[in-house]
């Protein structure tokens, strides 16, 4: 993985105010974008995950996220997990913590609080750019051991995911029965997520598209506590674009 230097700071016009943080933060620069192409008629589904290849130009994408923007952000990072490679920081600012860790959870790298950016935004980076590359090493690993199995069952995606899996939890020496519950629970509370984002936070709607009842979609909501509020998309997104 190649050392971060050049970052794109990502912005709407809700958060001009961060276009001051353009700029060098040795050994980092940092340009910035708007976001208003992305606003312009685009679906959740196209939006962010078209402009991956052209943010492949960059080592890091810096994107401003706050209360009015954070239903569309979380969709966009969303769709587009599968398509981006440019790490994710989220620039949050009057966020309360789960709606942090819910970016996280849809493919931000790493989150930093808008008051804190002059002075830890050099830091932060190297200490993202560690892990990531520790992250690579053991994906890396974890190939190395199970690509016999996974050549065995090259054509079904799901099996050959879950055997690598497996075989991850079994290498590590991870109990059976611990194992198996991590894995029920990373899918619950992903499925969820999707679905709530799929159905723009619309409890019912997620729900009957999951073909599960209210009352036992709205217990997993509770169990994983997750708030649907936070995947409530504005009617109009183009109202956030510039003006």
Request: aromatic residues 10%.
């Amino acid at each position: 993985m190649k050392p971060i230097s050049q970052c794109v700071l990502l912005i709407d016009q809700a958060s001009l105010w961060a276009q001051a943080y353009a700029g060098t933060y040795k050994p980092f620069q940092v340009f910035s974008l708007s976001f208003e192409p992305l606003l312009q008629g685009d679906t959740p589904e196209q939006g962010l995950r078209h402009w991956a290849t052209n943010l492949l130009y960059y080592d890091l994408a810096i994107i401003v996220v706050s209360p009015s923007n954070l239903a569309w952000v979380r969709s966009q990072l969303h769709y587009a997990r599968a398509y981006l490679r440019t790490p994710i920081l989220a620039l949050v600012k009057d966020l309360k913590p789960v709606a942090i860790q819910d970016l996280l959870d849809a493919g931000a790298a790493d989150f930093i609080m808008d008051h804190r950016f002059a002075t830890e935004f050099p830091i932060r980076v190297k200490i993202l750019q560690q892990r990531l590359q520790k992250s690579v090493n053991r994906s890396q690993t974890v190939q190395e051991i199970s690509s016999p199995v996974l050549e065995a069952h090259e054509t079904s995606s799901l099996e050959a995911y879950t055997t690598a899996l497996a075989t991850r939890y079994a290498v590590h020496s991870q109990p059976f029965q611990q194992a198996k519950n991590t894995v029920i629970q990373r899918f619950e509370k992903a499925y969820i997520r999707a679905a709530l984002v799929r159905n723009q936070g619309n409890i019912t709607r997620a729900a009957r598209c999951s073909q599960k009842h209210r009352r036992s979609f709205w217990e997993l909501m509770r169990k994983h506590n997750i708030d649907a509020e936070i995947y409530r998309m504005p009617a109009c997104p183009e109202q956030l674009s510039i003006r």
